[in-house]
């Protein structure tokens, strides 16, 4: 079981990214997903997050407005659309897939991340 998270890199204050979350397993369309990012010597934090039918999503008041999750099952892919980026975004960014169904906002919540793709954002 693998999520393959891509779509990170250098960029520019004010610009955007996508990124991608291929999960290798067709299950976790019935999970909850999740994006979380951990910048140098600070603690992983949450960022977004879409339960199972895309019916409800939430994400962090810090990249309210900027940020947007989405997900196509059909694909086995979670998406964090990025606008508006600060160098405050710049951080690993990691998605994970949830234990349940639902959204979720802690790391205790997860039991599957992937490997992480880096977000730079140059002032």
């Known amino acids: 079981v693998q999520l393959q998270a891509s779509g990170g890199g250098l960029v520019q204050a004010g610009g955007s990214l996508r990124l991608s979350c291929a999960a290798s397993?067709?299950?976790?369309?019935?999970?909850?997903m999740g994006w979380f990012r951990q910048a140098p010597g600070q603690q992983r934090e949450f960022v977004a997050t879409i339960n199972w039918d895309v019916g409800n999503t939430y994400v962090a008041d810090s990249v309210k407005g900027r940020f947007t999750i989405s997900r196509d099952n059909a694909k086995n892919t979670v998406y964090l659309q990025m606008n508006s980026l600060r160098p405050e975004d710049t951080a690993v960014y990691y998605c994970?897939?949830?234990?349940?169904?639902?959204?979720?906002?802690?790391?205790?919540?997860?039991?599957?991340w992937g490997q992480g793709t880096q977000v730079t954002v140059s002032s």
């Open positions: 397993d067709r299950r976790f369309s019935n999970n909850g």
């Open positions: 994970a897939a949830a234990r349940g169904a639902g959204t979720a906002t802690t790391t205790k919540d997860y039991n599957y």
